[in-house]
DNA sequence: TATGAATGAGATTTCATTCAT
DNA sequence: AATGAATGAAATCTCATTCAT
């Protein structure tokens, strides 16, 4: 399919940079893993962290085209900001979404330039606004009782983060722990007959 | 007062580990900080897992004597289910708790020895254990509504757990975002008359 | 106007090594500067170093002709030496001339290929056979005292390179160091009534 | 003689600068021929920059001493600058002096540190101001003409260092060349009877 | 217990040069 | 003539760990 080889260096990034994270991913293994020479990583992308960037990036674009394509055709606010919460989590555990990337690089907030730091966090804020507008159409039409729909954007997203965090990073996961998260949401923000 | 440099040591270990995280603290960085010999540093801990060990530890270890002392005055499992998360979230901002260092450190599930790594779990484990705990008392004397106290526990941690990372690591996180929590799992768990 | 690509390549060399020498001086920046394919650069000059040879070629070139002019119309040996060592001084802070270029590489004396070294000292050999040329003029016309034009050439020359190098790499150059190394020269080689 | 690893370092980076010039002087060459391991370099000495100014300032403190030994017992203020031409001259052709690293090495003015840039610059002129101090005692003892002993101390200067450079880095130079540059000197500031 | 010099493997990055298009 | 992707050797620098004192 005439993948190119900075293709291939950026895909070979995402695999890795989730396998072992950033510090443990080594230009050696990415570039061998992708195929290519190793002088071809910096000549693409500048250097490591450059492709770090990229690799976030690219995986965060296909995060939130899921995100806006769950909740797009939700019949209430409701049921959008329950499909989003969905949406997400099966993200997380998609074998082909390379989630990790985003989860085992908290560097994202040690990025030593300050302009992929905040062209990174313009991309993450991009998230809770999605949500957010839901909660705000679920409270228009009384599916979702009356909150700060910001914070509460905030506050879900934060359960979404902690309980990805444990799912894939510790051993003590309950099996039922996406579920029942979703289920604490859903009673936290439904509106009350 | 008769701090030995061993003590320095370790204290110098958790704040730098919550600075800079795992890989950016050195052994130099933290024999400097801590006004030792550098040798001291593998004299004393062995190696840099095992202190990175010892520091998360003993964090760890101050953080389960708060959130018991918390629990242990409420008046019913409700309350201290409640007073647990206002103790878990003020831990987490405190300047002298060093709690960065249980956070900017993932590693601790890339640690390669195992006996490591499931010291460290078995530790953080015992943190929902609390919990649940509390949440049983609570279904019990009424003040919780009925739920799977295993897995509303590990909920309810998974979201101390976001809003943490969302607030110390993120530059948008807004003022109210502990607040909300609360009153997000308030919502969530109290028995509704 | 109507410059080749192959001209700008010596153009932007000329300026680049001038400015950083010649190991800081890549193909990149060079081709940058020019505006040029990057691969252009080999296929017009070969390698690095024949570039290298060709700017300072270049530069020598329109130095000794500058050298040459000067001296040309003098009315007599001493007057023409006088001459050579103005415009000497004056080409080498004359801001079009690239005359860094020279200065800067000492690397001409580094070159790998022998053939690169000899065309460069042929040049460079030229310089003070101007000069001496004058100096035998002037013990004719009795303008000039009676030395040995030789090394009285290539001392002149040496005060030329050593007031040019303190102008224009260090700091502490005196404003009337070029002023004063004429000067200098005139006081040596007038002829005394 | 006890001689440290840091100071076989020194000896070998002051060699091998003035061979080879400041980048073709690799930390593989250095530790090399200092018998020692490579990471000791850093260690000791920082980085490359920093050892290079090492290797200069200790054999610009050796200049120094010798050009200040070498005025001190002059009978006059001619004789001394005399002897200061004298000395510069033969110091810069002594085999055990390691001058090159001063000659070969212009990368002192491409220092990236602004601090060991001017920490050279100022060891660099105390030299012509040991000069400066013997025109002005030649002038008050009537052994050298009237002159402004800043700037005729600066084209000295200047003169050794033509002289100099044209003597060790290219095959034409006059074999009295040196002697020719001292009696430049002499016949420019003697004072006329 | 305490010190810090010493080691060397390994990481990132640079860059002249080649080559297919 | 012109382009720029691709290569890989080599350079600098970092750092956990060892060890003699």
Redo the contacts between chains.
């Keep these: 399919m005439n993948k190119t080889k900075k293709d291939a260096l950026l895909q070979a990034a995402k695999e890795l940079f989730g396998e072992f ?1 950033y ?2 991913t080594t230009f050696k293994k990415i570039s061998e893993r992708a195929g290519v020479a190793l002088g071809l990583l910096t000549h693409h992308y500048g250097n490591k962290e450059k492709l770090f960037l990229a690799a976030g990036l690219d995986v965060l674009e296909q995060f939130l085209a899921v995100l806006r394509a769950a909740t797009k055709d939700a019949p209430d606010g409701y049921s959008a900001a329950i499909a989003f919460c969905r949406a997400y989590l099966d993200f997380s555990i998609d074998k082909n979404s390379n989630w990790l990337v985003l989860v ?1 690089c ?2 994202y ?2 990025m030593k330039t300050k302009t992929d730091r905040d062209q990174m ?1 313009e991309m ?2 991009a998230v809770p606004k999605v949500l957010e507008a839901e909660l705000i159409r679920g409270m228009a039409d009384g599916s979702v009782r009356q909150l ?1 729909p ?3 954007a ?2 879900i ?7 990805n ?2 799912r894939v ?6 099996p ?2 996406y579920a ?2 979703v289920d ?1 949401v859903s ?2 923000i439904q509106a009350v007959k």
Tied chains: 1, 2, 3, 4.
């Design positions: 994270g510090v443990e085992r908290s560097p907030s040690d966090n993450f804020e700060n910001t914070d509460t905030q506050v997203i934060s359960l979404m983060v902690g309980s965090r444990t990073l510790t051993p003590y996961a309950s039922k722990l029942e998260a604490f009673r936290s």
